[in-house]
């Protein structure tokens, strides 16, 4: 499966942006998806997974309450809500697909697109 990101871009802190990742192919609703980011100078950290169903999510503690991750799988598509962005969100948003349990770990993603970049002006 081949993963596009998009959506990510500049914003002042307290403000939201959406971020969208649509997959090719047929069979989306047969992998569990995720969400990591990467900051500069850090290694890539888990944000949120959700199941192939959309039924159960899981979030990293940093972003609970904070970040909704949610899937069409009519339309390929994952997305991740952030309302109350802190500077410290900043980072490119990588998009991830497992066909394997969902997880928190990256090494278990087997399919990643190519980043968007997300920055949060204090």
């Known amino acids: 499966v081949q993963l596009q990101a998009s959506g990510g871009g500049l914003v002042q802190a307290g403000g939201s942006l959406r971020l969208s990742c649509t997959a090719s192919?047929?069979?989306?609703?047969?992998?569990?998806m995720g969400w990591f980011r990467q900051a500069p100078g850090k290694e890539r950290e888990f944000v949120a997974a959700i199941n192939r169903s959309g039924s159960s999510t899981y979030y990293a503690d940093s972003v609970k309450g904070r970040f909704t991750i949610s899937r069409d799988n009519a339309k390929n598509t994952v997305y991740l809500q952030m309302n109350s962005l802190k500077p410290e969100d900043t980072g490119v948003y990588y998009c991830a697909a497992t066909p394997s349990l969902m997880s928190g770990t990256y090494d278990r993603y087997d399919y990643w697109g190519q980043g968007t970049l997300v920055t949060v002006s204090s």
């Open positions: 192919g047929r069979t989306f609703s047969r992998y569990n």
